[in-house]
């Protein structure tokens, strides 16, 4: 079974410009979560998606979104790019069952550099 | 807000040393998973620990859960240069708005020098 992608890799952008991030999850998993990983701060929690419904979200600005399609695949955009986000984005898929205790899979990541 | 201390944040010994790494929390967590992480590269899913006084060994790596759920350990016996890497423990709490949310520690940066 594949593995959670996500697309780009890389990416270079310019201060006060937008971007938006793919994650395709494990074929069968319903649930993406989003979270940045910076030196400083670590692995922050951004928010989880679920049925294309946002479910949970972390104390990040209204900059950033995301959204879910209805087969699963996850985007997140982050708008009028600041320094600060320059970072390691990266998307987790799990089953999401009601009362099991579940376990999140990271996609590769993708490295976000703001100039 | 759930926490999770990490310690220690930095781990440098010699091959085929043994070493110890420390989650601790005053939350409860309905489960709690230790990833590695390589430089440039997403966590990859070592164990997932989900009872109190819980233990699970993956070959050289002992995982434990402590018995209230609140700190787990990683313990690693003889240590290889293949080990090194960034570790991490994340809690989870099952249910309500805390669906979907890890918490991450700060994670350890371990060196094992041949």
């Known amino acids: 079974k594949a593995g959670v992608t996500q697309t780009p890799r890389y990416l270079i952008k310019t201060r006060g410009q937008q971007v938006t991030l793919s994650c395709s999850p494990i074929s069968g998993h319903r649930s993406v979560s989003w979270y940045q990983q910076t030196p400083g701060q670590g692995l922050q929690f951004l928010f989880e998606?679920?049925?294309?419904?946002?479910?949970n979200k972390g104390n990040f600005p209204g900059r950033f979104s995301g959204r879910q399609f209805s087969n699963s695949r996850s985007e997140m955009n982050v708008s009028t790019l600041e320094l600060g986000d320059s970072a390691l984005y990266l998307c987790?898929?799990?089953?999401?069952?009601?009362?099991?205790?579940?376990?999140?899979?990271f996609g590769p990541g993708t490295r976000l550099l703001v100039l | 807000t759930q926490l999770l201390e990490q310690s220690p944040q930095f781990l440098s010994i010699q091959e085929g040393e043994n070493l110890t790494v420390y989650c601790n929390s005053s939350s409860v967590f309905s489960s709690l998973q230790w990833y590695r992480q390589e430089p440039g590269e997403g966590p990859v899913l070592l164990v997932t620990v989900v009872t109190g006084g819980e233990v699970k060994k993956l070959k050289r790596l002992t995982f434990q859960f402590g018995d209230a759920r609140k700190d787990s350990s990683l313990h690693i016996t003889a240590a290889q240069p293949g080990d090194t890497g960034l570790y991490l423990c994340?809690?989870?709490?099952?249910?309500?708005?805390?669906?979907?949310?890890?918490?991450f520690g700060q994670g350890t940066i371990l060196t094992v020098h041949p």
């Open positions: 987790a898929s799990s089953l999401r069952l009601a009362g099991v205790r579940e376990t999140q899979y």
């Open positions: 998606y679920f049925s294309e419904t946002q479910r």
């Open positions: 994340a809690g989870a709490i099952t249910g309500g708005t805390s669906y979907g949310k890890l918490t």
